[in-house]
């Protein structure tokens, strides 16, 4: 285990510490603030009715938060890049460390690509002319650059990707309930839409748990913040912050959001055809809200794929570190960026953005389809390291005091964690079965993720006969964040 430690020095060494606590807070946010809300919102709502998003969305909310505070307080104690896959090797089982790192990497790769096709969809609304590969290229050039600049560049240009979201959403909610109480001039429209044709709950419980799928996708991002504790300045402080601040505020533009829209448009009306954030921007009058939208999903887009270029190749990063990849993918420039795990994670996302151009899309479907269950396993791996985690230091008598950051409601927290995941794994593909028919290809689409993710974990098990790491035999370190500053100079 020597070995590994050094490993892990050697990790911080060599990343440097550069991204500040208001980094943190908007990579955290900005992940989760999407398409998600300022386009799928629409149809959830039409799907289970205001009420019945409100439920889902709460419910995905609670597993959300003890996630993030079970990855808190591992990247407090470990702040390392990578952390999951890291977390993973040490506390459970190497196999599922190897597994869990090369699930998020290919995860991450593949949405980056995706970004790349929904932007060149998008800048066809003002140059519906020219060739949608030429701006998936300029795109994927941009992402590249910021990522190869530093840490830091990559953490200011998501800052600001964010905050145009941030800001939008903020405005939307003002001028939501200004036009619910009657303010912005005419009359209130009040909450009267609440209850119209069966509102608020609508579908009953099966329509509640399709949109608990749906809402699930929708806080894909959070545990961005585990992936670059090992580049916070101060993770003892800015991690334990940006948590507690991040989530809270996620809740509020997702739960008003959809007590907004739900007030303003009756759930019979809301869709996917026109974002609702359009719709409520005209009907107070902003004009071109339309071109105004496009421009802040652009944005999200954009900044989706920036952090999906972060990711996957700090989770390379950490791997080749901990020997689970090419050694060379472990290499950093004179900025501390791995800029060989950059650069595989840039030729497998555009040789993907090309195939769902030019292949009718449809190896690039099923591309996306496999990718698509990696975030929920990547959010299965953090509650179970968590729980493993508590149980060997307790086992080992540690110091709880050491612990800076303590999750709430252990042993609890992650169990909940645990079970809500396991729903939205298992349950991807119910809306593929009914009575008399089953749609064979998209239920084996829901699930192709699942089998790839166990065939990894089983070969590598097979392999290098490991097993599961006893209560006991669990090693824990600390580097002090004094000791962290001079590493880096």
């Known amino acids: 285990m020597s070995n590994s430690n050094s490993q892990i020095e050697g990790n911080n060494q060599e990343l440097k510490r550069s991204l500040k606590a208001r980094h943190l807070n908007m990579i955290a946010l900005g992940g989760s603030i999407g398409t998600g809300i300022f386009v799928a919102l629409g149809a959830t709502i039409n799907q289970a009715g205001p009420g019945g998003a409100l439920v889902a969305y709460g419910c995905i909310a609670v597993m959300v938060y003890f996630l993030i505070t079970s990855l808190g307080e591992m990247a407090t104690f470990m702040p390392v890049s990578g952390s999951f896959s890291v977390y993973a090797t040490k506390f459970v089982d190497p196999a599922l460390g190897f597994a869990l790192g090369w699930n998020y990497w290919y995860n991450w790769a593949i949405t980056v690509a995706a970004e790349l096709v929904a932007g060149s969809l998008l800048m066809k609304f003002w140059f519906p002319n020219v ?36 800001v939008t959403v903020i405005i939307f909610l003002v001028i939501g309930v200004a ?9 209130a429209v009040g909450f009267k839409n609440f209850t119209v044709d069966g509102a608020p709950f609508v579908g009953g419980f099966k329509s509640i748990f399709m949109i608990f799928l749906i809402a699930g996708f929708s806080f894909q991002g959070t545990e961005l913040i585990g992936v670059a504790a090992g580049e916070s300045e101060n993770p003892e402080k800015t ?36 974002s609702p954030f359009t719709l409520i921007f005209e009907k107070a009058g902003i004009a071109a809200a339309a071109s105004l939208m496009n421009a ?194």
């Not at 036009?179 to 009359?187: A, D, K, R, W």
């Not at 009306?269 to 026109?274: F, I, K, L, N, R």
């Open 131 to 166: 060739p949608a590969v030429l701006w998936s290229a300029i795109f994927l050039v941009i992402i590249v650059a910021l990522n190869i600049l530093s840490a830091k560049s990559y953490g200011e240009s998501e800052f600001w990707f964010a905050g145009i979201k941030v």
């Open 239 to 274: 991690i334990p912050k940006a948590i507690n601040s991040v989530f809270w505020r996620i809740l509020i533009f997702y739960i008003g959001t959809i007590f907004v829209v739900g007030a303003i448009i009756p759930y019979t009306q809301a869709g996917v055809d026109t």
């Open 296 to 489: 802040v999903i652009l944005t999200s887009v954009l900044s989706c794929g920036n952090s999906g270029m972060y990711a996957s190749s700090r989770m390379l990063f950490a791997m080749a570190k901990e020997g689970m990849a090419p050694k060379w993918l472990g290499k950093v420039n004179s900025k501390g960026v791995p800029i060989n795990a950059v650069l595989l994670t840039t030729l497998v996302a555009a040789a993907c953005f090309l195939t769902g151009i030019y292949a009718e899309s449809t190896v690039y479907v099923w591309l996306v389809a496999a990718s698509g269950l990696a975030g929920f396993v990547a959010w299965l791996g953090i509650a179970l390291c968590h729980f493993r985690f508590r149980r060997a230091y307790v086992a080992q008598k540690q110091d709880m005091s050491k612990l800076k950051y303590k999750a709430k409601l252990f042993p609890i927290g992650p169990i909940i964690a645990l079970a809500l995941c396991s729903i939205v794994v298992l349950g991807q593909g119910v809306s593929y079965i009914e009575a008399e028919n089953i749609d064979w290809g998209g239920l084996i689409s829901s699930y192709i993720g699942l089998p790839l993710f166990l065939g990894i974990w089983i070969v590598y098990k097979l392999k290098y006969k490991t097993k599961v790491v006893k209560l006991e035999d669990v090693e824990f370190y600390n580097v002090e964040p004094q000791e962290l500053e001079e590493s880096v100079g």
């Open 179 to 187: 036009t619910i109480l009657g303010i912005l001039g005419g009359n």
